[in-house]
């Protein structure tokens, strides 16, 4: 199937905040082909459908570690601080904004949050595998380790002077 976006756009897209990977409103918008003021307008039209875990407002604090995060102009900009929305609130904008692109995009962005929980998934597991491998080997070795300290205590003890010695 032919990406109306590619994936790589779409991960560059997504940040953490509050422990959670979401998307910004000017970036859906620009995804969409709408402007934030359209999309920010359909979602509040539409606030019963955004709960607290589906979308939030940046605090000012966010907004401004965003800022420095991506270089912007210092004239112009916004003035009311950015929407994030969670892979839900992405899933829910699909019923608010019902355009044929909006839905094409809604569904590369979800099949994009979901690559990226697999890839997560499976750097879980191999960090988990390691870890044991560290462990038991760390077990297995801890009887070599001691092995090699004696043998290092012994020749530090039987240090003998060697060469020539005048009294």
Known sequence: MNELIP??????KIYLFRGQKVLLDRDLAEMYGVTTKVLNQA???NMERFPDDFMFKLSLREAS??????????????????????????AMLSSVLSSPRAIAVNIQIIRTFTKLRAMLAENDDLRR????????????????????????????EQKTEIGFRTD
């Open 43 to 45: 979602v509040s039209r």
């Open 129 to 156: 595998k390691i870890e044991a491998m560290e462990k038991q080997y760390d077990e297995n070795f801890a009887v070599v380790f001691d092995a090699i300290r004696r043998m290092l205590d012994d020749d530090a």
């Open 7 to 12: 994936a790589e756009i779409v991960e560059n």
């Open 65 to 90: 570690n965003l800022k420095s995060q991506i270089v912007t102009s210092s004239w112009g900009g916004r003035r009311k601080q950015p929407m994030a929305f969670t892979e839900q609130g992405v």
